[in-house]
Nanobody, 123 residues
Framework: QVQLVESGGGLVQAGGSLRLSCAAS????????MGWFRQAPGKEREFVGA????????NYADSVKGRFTVSRDNAKNTVYLQMNSLIPEDTAVYYC????????????????WGQGTQVTVSS
């Protein structure tokens, strides 16, 4: 079992930055690929980015590539999502999730989910 708690969301103006954190507890966090997803009002949840359990590989949705960065600190059991050059279309609830194996970095097969944190980007 892995418990995930996101933090760092808020209101930011377009062009600004935010860093989301996801604190993990439970079984060996460092063995899990970790991903970030988001869900905007009236839309389906979509993949944002992910990182392998050693942090050696990352993958991003085209919509955020070059603006968002996923990183992790296994010593702190924490994953981060650095979001730069935010646009109103980034407004959503952001979720972190833990996957069972390497293929999770492609956005599929996630077992554990956090409760989400709201990010609102004003124009």
């Amino acid at each position: 079992q892995v418990q995930l708690v996101e933090s760092g969301g808020g209101l930011v103006q377009a062009g600004g930055s935010l860093r989301l954190s996801c604190a993990a507890s439970g079984r060996a966090f460092s063995k899990n690929p970790m991903g970030w997803f988001r869900q905007a009002p009236g839309k389906e949840r979509e993949f944002v980015g992910a990182i392998s359990w050693l942090g050696s590989a990352t993958n991003y949705a085209d919509s955020v590539k070059g603006r968002f960065t996923v990183s992790r600190d296994n010593a702190k059991n924490t994953v981060y999502l650095q979001m730069n050059s935010l646009i109103p279309e980034d407004t959503a609830v952001y979720y972190c999730a833990a996957g069972p194996d390497y293929s999770s970095i492609y956005g599929t097969k996630y077992d554990y989910w956090g409760q989400g944190t709201q990010v609102t980007v004003s124009s």
